[in-house]
């Protein structure tokens, strides 16, 4: 009896720093149970939403404990604001519901965020000395005699997502694009679908609610493509962005002056190959969980290092957020309507913001302003320059594809780097200690770290062709045959696994 008390209470309880990540065996097992049940429900469209609701909060309160409180105040605000904006015919009332959600969630959002960063920015302009104090935890010491913190603000799980895709939505019924969700559990659902809660992709209401209605549908070919993807996701984290992390980037970016150049630069295309694998790995998880449940989440990612500029890179990269910024920031400030200068600013302010949005220091803002600047000159290049005749397009793609990795890997410093001084460190190394001649040993020393590295480029560079060849494939497989390969590739996993599991990077966003 007292074993099954415990195990209920630890099934129960929050842990902090203990979330239940896809690559757990916890969630598995979470995972299973869920199915279990779903299996009885999965046609039932009303118990189906009232069901997954209750799982994805269960998931949000694994991983943020009261913090999921949050999760339900911002579901009920953006579900009042959503009926209540095509109640009223009047612009201005219709302006100001629509702005009291923006404010709600982005005032949640930078309390969270950034507050040290405002205080910190205060205490510098104005020589004062603000500290920092969480009065949400002040308030719930007060009113449930708990013992919270009352000097540190911690950052909730996947706040930065569900925050854009609620304001998201409230602006697409007040743009009169989507109707409002008349149903709470619907929209709470909506919000809080846990495959993609805390690390995207995010979610528009108007691809994701129609789906609630739909009959489960999933044929035997969708499932062989949900599974390959999970198996692919679980390869790229826990295989490849796992395994150079600890073995190498994370050595390197910590103290970049013990390295040489040589050293500090494969660091940084190790860092970009990382977090490509360790954000896509996730995305790829939660698109297949998802397609297994019924429902379909948007691409995010498309061979991004493949890009031929800038613009082409945000066209493959974190899809979801560069559409977001495009259609509810970038558009509204003015886009490309109201002339050429007004674009570039435009483009700029949109990828600070951005940047921000990734963290509140001042590495995100630079990182955020290296690709607006980035994507202006593009603009500019495009508009002035014309092609280089010399040239065929094949080798102009080619130049235009290394001159945007390299470009993409140098802002990539600024965002992985601990600090400022970290990054202009790992730069000055590169210039000026680059270490060619020990390239050969160092090449050694790691040798399982850069066979990876390599390979990880080789298949992110394999053509599109290819690769659906190889999906298509497994898809075609028999279901033994599936499992057999499902075996493998867990055993393999299992010989990679690093000692600590590693969280995702996104999750601190």
């Known amino acids: 009896m007292d074993y099954i008390v415990y195990t209920l209470t630890q099934i129960l309880s929050y842990t902090e720093g203990n979330p239940l990540l896809f690559t757990k065996i916890a969630f598995w097992i979470f995972f299973a149970v869920l199915l279990l049940g779903y299996s009885f429900i999965y046609n039932k469209p009303a118990i189906r939403s009232a069901y997954l609701l209750i799982f994805s909060l269960y998931f949000y309160y694994k991983s943020s404990g009261l913090f999921f409180s949050l999760l339900i105040f911002s579901t009920i605000c953006d579900y009042t604001l959503g009926l209540l904006i095509p109640r009223y015919k009047s612009k201005i009332t219709r302006k100001m519901l629509v702005a009291s959600s923006v404010i709600i969630n982005l005032g949640l959002l930078s309390y969270f965020k950034y507050a040290y960063f405002y205080i910190d920015i205060a205490n510098q302009l104005l020589g004062i000395n603000l500290t920092v104090t969480n009065h949400l935890s002040g308030w719930a010491n007060s009113l449930f005699g708990s013992n919270f913190d009352t000097g540190t603000i911690l950052l909730p799980v996947g706040i ?103 050293e500090n630069l494969m660091a940084t295309y190790g860092y970009a190959l990382q977090i490509y694998c360790d954000f896509s790995g996730y995305t790829d998880i939660a698109i297949g969980l998802a397609m297994l449940l019924g429902f379909r989440l948007p691409i995010n990612f498309n061979s991004p290092y493949k890009a031929t500029s800038i613009t082409d890179f945000w066209h493959r990269w974190h899809i979801s957020l560069s559409s977001w910024l495009r259609d509810y920031l970038y558009i509204p ?106 390239a050969i040993k160092i090449i050694e020393s790691y ?60 999750f601190r966003f």
């Not at 549908?217 to 490849?240: C, D, N, Q, V, Y």
């Not at 040798?447 to 290819?466: E, K, Q, R």
């Open 160 to 262: 930065s997502f569900y925050t854009f895709q609620t304001i998201s939505y409230t602006v697409d019924v007040y743009r009169e694009k989507i109707p409002p969700v008349k149903n709470i559990i619907d929209f709470g659902f909506y919000v809080s679908f846990f495959p993609q809660l805390v690390a995207g992709p995010i979610v528009r209401a108007s691809e994701f609610i129609p789906q609630l209605y739909r009959k489960f549908h999933l044929t035997s070919r969708e499932f062989g493509h949900a599974t390959f993807l999970i198996i692919a996701g679980l390869i790229k984290k826990m295989i490849i962005s796992d395994y150079i992390s600890i073995n190498f980037v994370d050595r390197v970016f910590d103290n970049p002056l013990s390295y040489s150049g040589f």
């Open 333 to 438: 400030l003015g886009g490309n309507k109201k002339g050429n200068s007004r674009m570039y600013i435009n483009l700029i302010i949109t990828m600070l913001l951005g940047g921000l949005w990734h963290g509140a220091n001042l590495k995100f803002v630079i990182w955020g302003g290296i690709h607006g600047a980035g994507l202006a000159i593009h603009k500019l290049w495009s508009k002035h320059v014309p092609p280089f005749r010399l040239i065929n397009s094949g080798w102009r793609k080619i130049i235009g594809a290394i001159i945007t990795f390299n470009t993409v890997c140098f802002a990539w410093i600024f965002f992985r780097a601990e600090s400022l001084e970290y990054a202009k460190q790992m730069i000055n190394q590169i210039i000026n200690r680059f270490g060619a001649g020990s």
């Open 447 to 506: 040798h399982m770290v850069f066979l990876l590295i390599i390979a990880g480029f080789v298949g992110h560079l394999v053509p599109f062709s290819t690769k659906e060849l190889i999906r298509g494939k497994f898809i075609d497989t028999t279901l033994l045959t599936k499992g057999v390969v499902i075996v493998i590739f867990i055993i393999l996993i299992v010989q990679f696994r690093t000692a600590a599991i590693q969280p995702f990077i996104y």
